[in-house]
């Protein structure tokens, strides 16, 4: 999700799948945060995040909040192993996961999560408006 939205707004950086990945997978299979809410962060921390320590946090923090709220309150968690019903950090959950194509649902988080991400920054987007990043 973060490099589909960076190349969209024709930002390029060889980081950007590298620091992404240990994310997917409820956070490295540890059945923590879904893998699409940390990527909807890293979007709105790529277009609000500071560049700085003494940089204002006011902003991001704002909307990585309402992020967290409109997704919880669309798909009923943030938590990976809640909202796909399997340990994938188990052979019989990752079984679990294959079997019951639970890849389809995960789509559905990950469109949401980018949705609600794009909504949030989109006064940062290009296409005519200002971009930060």
């Excluded at 939205?5 to 240990?22: F, H, M, N, W, Y």
């Excluded at 990950?110 to 296409?127: F, K, Q, Y």
Aim: net charge positive.
């Amino acid at each position: 999700m973060l490099l589909a939205v960076a190349e969209s707004e024709r930002i390029q950086s060889d980081l950007i799948p590298k620091i992404a990945t240990g994310f997917c997978g409820g956070v490295s299979r540890t059945c923590g945060m879904c893998g699409a809410v940390s990527g909807g962060i890293m979007v709105v921390g790529l277009f609000t995040g500071r560049s700085a320590s003494t940089d204002s946090i006011t902003e991001t923090y704002r909307k990585v909040q309402k992020l967290l709220e409109e997704f919880r309150l669309r798909f009923g968690s943030t938590n990976c192993r809640e909202l796909t019903g399997c340990d994938l950090g188990t052979d019989e959950g990752q079984e679990f996961f294959k079997k019951n194509d639970i890849k389809k649902t995960c789509r559905i988080y990950t469109e949401g999560a980018t949705g609600i991400a794009l909504s949030l920054v989109e006064d940062r987007l290009s296409g005519g408006r200002r971009t930060k990043a």
